[in-house]
């Protein structure tokens, strides 16, 4: 059971990293084209909720949680860095970025006025984690009303989707082993989310799409 433990974590650990690492890809898209459209809520979104798990993983003694998202909120404060030296419009990362600090001060005086108690302190962090888990799985679901209402794919990636239901399924049995709710809750739900992407991604593979831009002006 101790090395099923040591090899689901580490796998978790991998496909997390992964995902992490996608930011890239974006930034690179940033560099050459200026931020346009592209959202810094995305990136803020992932720190803050890396940022809550490093400090459940740091409460419960996991050094796996601790580690994965400790990297992933180095990485997402990079990529909010590098947008904010690209983008033209630096007080909407003013706006974003203050606000979510501003929760995550509010959060913590909370849990230091409220749960003195160690163990309710995790139970807090954990509750609240898998808010903001269940927010970023959930998130991508905008992107698939697009997909079926004009028949392509183009909006999302595979691989992507791939990698985020892959980490949710190993973050899910992470959390069977380790006999964690709060690992295995929005996990359960970010696998089934991730199914339904990949569902429709299969199924509109193939198909003709439609004329984007015009389902895109009468959305």
Avoid at 14 to 26: D, W
Avoid at 116 to 125: K, L, P, R, S, V
């Amino acid at each position: 059971m101790a090395f099923l433990e040591f090899m689901v974590s580490k796998l978790a650990t991998i496909f997390t990293l992964g995902m992490f690492s996608s930011g890239f890809q974006t930034v690179q898209k940033i560099k050459k084209q200026g931020t346009g459209n592209i959202p810094i809520l995305p990136f803020v979104t992932m720190a803050t909720s890396a940022f809550v798990w490093t400090n459940y993983g740091l409460m419960k003694g996991d050094g796996t949680i601790l580690f994965v998202n400790f990297i992933g909120c180095v990485l997402n404060c990079a990529y909010i860095l590098l947008y904010y030296w690209y983008t033209p419009n630096k007080k909407v990362v003013y706006k974003t970025v203050g606000g979510f600090i501003g929760v995550l001060f509010l959060v913590h005086m909370y849990s230091n006025i409220y749960h003195a108690n160690q163990d309710q302190a995790i139970e807090f962090f954990g509750l609240f984690g898998n808010v903001l888990a269940i927010a970023m799985f959930a998130s991508p679901l905008a992107q698939l009303r697009v997909v079926i209402e004009t028949g392509s794919t183009e909006s999302m990636s595979f691989l992507l989707s791939f990698m985020v239901c892959v980490q949710c399924l190993l973050w899910w049995w992470y959390g069977v082993l380790i006999g964690d709710i709060y690992v295995m809750f929005p996990n359960i739900i970010g696998t089934f989310l991730g199914f339904i992407q990949l569902a429709v991604f299969g199924y509109f593979k193939n198909k003709q799409p439609l004329n984007v831009s015009k389902v895109l002006q009468d959305v």
